[in-house]
């Protein structure tokens, strides 16, 4: 394969990619999610850390998609949107196709209207969609935590100008 097959590849996967993303409007699922199970929620068993811990890892581990028979919806993930905001900003860059660049600015405006508290936190800051459970702590839904990112073009500057800390968490989809 020369380069320029190779090229013409990479575009057909990154084409795929986006056609696929913006199908399930950047809506997915996550290895994490599976306590957003409205079956596992109605069977009382999400009051049980011990039965959350073991839940969420038959979930992540299955390798059989199982989320929709148990009743997880897809749902879009901060961290996620702000990777695809990103290179969405990096292929405008480089193709300067206006179009990659609206897409960055919709889901940039979607990114500030999913921020946590503001009140609470100070600053912009995000958290996942789901409850995260582990051994060692618990982390409720829209719980947002401290992972510093900057991202860059487009009214994700004019905002970052405006406030001294721009943060997201999460996963992506």
């Keep these: 394969m020369n380069d320029f097959e190779k090229v013409h590849a990479l575009d057909c996967i990154v084409t795929d990619?986006?056609?696929?993303?913006?199908?399930?409007?950047?809506?997915?699922?996550?290895?994490?999610?599976?306590?957003?199970s409205r079956?596992?929620?109605?069977?009382?068993?999400?009051?049980?850390?011990?039965a959350s811990i073991v839940w969420l890892?038959?979930?992540k581990r299955s390798p059989v998609n199982l989320w929709r028979l148990v009743g997880v919806e897809r749902?879009?993930?901060?961290?996620?949107?702000?990777?695809?905001i990103l290179g969405f900003l990096q292929i405008y860059q480089h193709?300067?196709?206006?179009?990659?660049?609206?897409l960055a600015v919709s889901l940039g405006d979607w990114l500030l209207t999913a921020a946590s508290e503001k009140a609470k936190w100070r600053h912009f800051a995000?958290?996942?969609?789901?409850?995260?459970v582990a051994r060692a702590f618990f982390v409720l839904q829209g719980q947002a935590q401290r992972d510093h990112h900057?991202?860059?073009?487009?009214?994700?500057?004019?905002?970052?100008?405006?406030?001294?800390?721009?943060?997201?968490?999460?996963?992506c989809h």
């Excluded at 079956?39 to 011990?50: E, M, R, Y």
Aim: aromatic share 16%; net charge positive; charged share 20%.
């Design 17 to 36: 990619l986006i056609q696929n993303a913006r199908s399930t409007d950047f809506c997915g699922f996550d290895p994490f999610d599976g306590l957003n």
């Design 39 to 50: 079956i596992f929620k109605a069977l009382g068993l999400s009051k049980i850390p011990l």
């Design 57 to 59: 890892q038959f979930h």
């Design 75 to 84: 749902a879009r993930n901060p961290k996620g949107i702000a990777l695809f």
């Design 95 to 102: 193709t300067r196709d206006k179009s990659y660049l609206n």
């Design 126 to 132: 995000w958290g996942y969609h789901f409850d995260w």
């Design 150 to 171: 900057v991202l860059r073009g487009a009214r994700i500057i004019r905002i970052r100008r405006r406030h001294s800390s721009f943060t997201i968490y999460g996963s």
